[in-house]
């Protein structure tokens, strides 16, 4: 049977998304009624792609479920595909990770996404040289969402295509 909000609420506190997902409007309306129900949810842009080739380094924002706003669910709209980033760190007076600002951790190798703010949202952490959101919490509801603003989803972060990848191909043979 199909998946409902109501067996998610049932059965799991916390949904984190990692690796490729393929969305759906009715995928987004159970994760809305989920996160509204009480749940708690992390995900990240691409988890919301209804590309079905698993497309996950060249999809546009008309792939995207409602062509990127997210509102409802996360708290913001996406707009494009920003610039790269390499390093993160905490925002300001962010104070629930275990390493402090200004420590910073990457390489991340990703691209964010150029989004706008609808509602309220929180800003946890932030790319390291302009300060832009990385991942921001938005509450729906009874519950909250954790958005990561990256282009790429969690899982694909070490993915290493450039000179790293060569490297290695070249070591196995």
């Known amino acids: 049977g199909k998946i409902t909000a109501e067996f998610l609420l049932e059965n799991y506190k916390l949904l984190v998304f990692m690796g490729w997902n393929t969305g759906s409007e009715e995928q987004y309306k159970v994760l809305t009624d989920y996160v509204k129900g009480g749940g708690t949810l992390f995900l990240s842009i691409p988890h919301l792609s209804t590309d079905d080739t698993r497309n996950y380094t060249n999809f546009q924002v008309s792939d995207l479920v409602r062509n990127g706003d997210f509102s409802e669910l996360c708290g913001v709209r996406i707009k494009g595909r920003g610039r790269r980033i390499y390093w993160a760190t905490c925002a300001d007076n962010v104070t629930e990770f275990e390493f402090p600002f200004p420590r910073r951790f990457g390489i991340l190798a990703t691209c964010l996404g150029e989004m706008e703010f609808v509602g309220k949202v929180e800003t946890l952490l ?43 191909l070249v070591q196995k043979h």
């Open 126 to 168: 932030v790319e390291d040289e302009n300060m832009k959101p990385l991942m921001i919490r938005h509450k729906c509801g009874k519950g909250e969402v954790y958005f990561l603003n990256s282009w790429n989803y969690p899982g694909g972060l070490d993915q290493d295509r450039g000179w790293g990848l060569l490297a290695r």
